[in-house]
């Protein structure tokens, strides 16, 4: 399975939840997966769809735990495309009340688009909620590739009343537009992680990480490998400019027209072609430091332009 289907399957394994937190759960879920079907004898009847077997298993016992209403599933195989199961959850109400409880109608009756307060009063709810979010419309990138959580609502209010929430734990959510879909999404590895913390997902959690801390690791590797390549490059383009200026002193002036240290200098870039200024230094007697070799390699870079210089100008 995903990286996400595991983190799913694992929300969905947990128990032993308040009763404030499992109604919390269950309204997220019911808001973010569910449809209200009411018949002719004003019979109410919440249909909550997802592929998810765990969590269909996980909204049929929140269902019976919390509301106490007879409850069935039906599962459907699709004959299109992945040919997965589709899991339908029908929780059978008694009314306006339940609606009101999961926070789907307000006093009134009225469609209720952004979270009842009722729902995430405790730190606990509004975990549980935020739980029940990403069990109905969430996902989450393999953190082998890029970082990125997300909640998916067809519900612009909703969305943004979903974000606003995550950002009560100052997780720098923001919401986009993807069709007609609003995502609520994370990027931040870190946020990614106190989420997935928070909600319960503690063996995700560790997984994910493991794997950060590899990537980090890789990256900071292949960082430092890349700067002593690209110095190792430079070294290598200064000796050869080095050895060439050099050699063009010697076939017009002769290393024997050179000042002693700087000739002395010459010669030993001539014999030691691959080695450092350190290096180069060390062996001058007396030793010289890198930068005084550095300031010698600079008159004969000097010396040798004047000459191409000069044969420039005769012709």
Known sequence: MSFSADTKEELARL?????????????????MDGT????????????????????????????????????????????RLRKNNSYMVRIYLRGLEDLKNLGLVDEEGQ?????????????CDQKAYL?????????????????????????????????????????GAKVSRRKNWYVVYIKESEHIVEFIGFIGAHHALLEFENVRVLKDVRN????????????????VDAAVRQMENIQLIVDTMGLQSLPPNLRDMAELRLEYSDASLKELGEMLRPKVGKSG????????????????????GNI
């Not at 069990?135 to 959580?149: C, D, K, R």
């Not at 909640?151 to 995550?166: F, K, R």
Request: proline share 3%; charged share 25%; net charge positive.
């Open 15 to 31: 128990g032993g939840q308040k009763s404030c937190c499992e109604l919390s759960e269950l309204a997220a879920l019911v808001r």
């Open 36 to 79: 209200l079907q009411i018949s002719a004898h004003q019979q109410y009847t919440l249909n909550v769809t997802t592929e998810s077997a765990p969590v269909a298993r996980k909204i049929f016992r929140l269902a019976k735990d919390v509301l106490k209403r007879p409850v069935d599933i039906v599962v459907r195989r699709k004959l």
């Open 131 to 171: 739980r029940g979010a990403f069990l109905a419309g969430g996902s989450i990138n393999n953190p082998e590739g890029t970082y990125h959580l997300e909640i998916v609502s067809n519900d612009e209010q909703h969305a943004d009343a979903l974000c606003q929430l995550v950002n009560r734990f100052k997780l």
């Open 293 to 312: 070799v550095n300031h010698r390699m600079r008159k004969i870079d000097e010396l040798a332009e004047r000459i191409r210089s000069q044969k420039a």
């Open 220 to 235: 900071q590797v292949n960082r430092l490998v890349n700067c002593e390549t690209a110095n190792l490059d430079k070294v």
């Open 111 to 123: 469609i209720l688009h952004e979270i009842a307060p009722s729902l995430i009063k405790k730190r």
